[in-house]
């Protein structure tokens, strides 16, 4: 069965770190890409970064260069390292991946960034 669990989110002041992780179930980790999305109050859903099962990695323009996305095998956890964070990172961060056209998703993890 397929399952997405995210952790790590919290209350954070500009200019903080957080790293959130995405620990996967159901034989998933090593056969599809897994990504990151995020929603914030009243917008849509929209695409953070995501990693292919060989390491390549892609962004939204608004993170790069503060967010790294990065796959540990052995746990078989994604983890989104997020730095430089701004007051516009706030949202509920959801780990995705796509199999054979369907969309899993995990229940979310709340970022707030605040002073």
């Known amino acids: 069965q397929v399952q997405l669990v995210e952790s790590g989110g919290g209350l954070v002041q500009p200019g903080g770190s957080l790293r959130l992780s995405c620990k996967t179930f159901?034989?998933?980790?090593?056969?599809?890409?897994i990504g990151w999305y995020r929603q914030a109050p009243e917008k849509q859903r929209e695409l953070v970064a995501t990693i292919t099962t060989t390491d390549s990695t892609n962004y939204a323009d608004s993170v790069k260069g503060r967010f790294t996305i990065s796959r540990d095998n052995a746990k078989y956890t994604v983890y989104l390292q997020m730095n430089s964070l701004k007051p516009e990172d706030t949202a509920a961060y959801y780990c995705?991946?796509?199999?054979?056209?369907?969309?899993?998703w995990g229940e979310g993890t709340l970022v707030t960034v605040s002073p």
């Open positions: 995705n991946t796509r199999i054979y056209g369907t969309d899993f």
């Open positions: 159901g034989g998933i980790f090593s056969r599809y890409t």
